[in-house]
Nanobody, 124 residues
C-alpha cells in the first residue's frame, strides 16, 4: 500500500508561484510513475503533468507547458510540481497520483493510488 500526501497549496496572486510536494510512504516508491492532476469546482479531474520512473521522461498538459515543471526525488520519496506564472484559471484542488504503468502521453491516468489533494487559489 502506498500513501500519498500533498502539500504546498495556498492563495497566490496572478503571476505568482507555488511549489507543490507529494510524499509517498508505505512501500517502494521508486517503481512508481507519478503525476499531478487538478480538479476545479464542478469540473472533471484533469491531467497536469507526469514523470516516469524509468528515464524520468516528463509529460505536460498544453495549458501548463512552459509554466509548470514536474520533478521527483526518489531518495526523499517525493514528487514536486513547480508552478510559475499562475493564473486564475489554475485555481483547483491538485492531486498526486501513482501507478506502476508508465505515462506515454498526457492521456495517462493512475489507477492505483491518489493523494487527498491540496488546494490552489489564484486571485486576479
Amino acid at each position: 500500500q502506498v500513501q500519498l500526501v500533498e502539500s504546498g497549496g495556498g492563495l497566490v496572486q496572478a503571476g505568482g508561484s507555488l511549489r507543490l510536494s507529494c510524499v509517498a510512504s508505505g512501500r517502494t516508491f521508486s517503481n512508481y510513475n507519478m503525476g499531478w492532476f487538478r480538479q476545479a469546482p464542478g469540473k472533471e479531474r484533469d491531467f497536469v503533468a507526469a514523470i516516469n520512473w524509468i528515464g524520468g521522461r516528463t509529460y505536460y498538459a498544453d495549458y501548463v507547458k512552459g509554466r509548470f515543471t514536474v520533478s521527483r526525488d526518489n531518495a526523499m520519496n517525493a514528487v514536486c510540481l513547480q508552478m510559475n506564472n499562475l493564473q486564475p484559471e489554475d485555481t483547483a484542488v491538485y492531486y498526486c497520483g501513482a501507478d506502476r504503468a508508465p505515462a506515454y502521453s498526457s492521456n495517462w491516468r493512475p489507477n492505483e493510488y491518489w493523494g487527498q489533494g491540496t488546494r490552489v487559489t489564484v486571485s486576479s
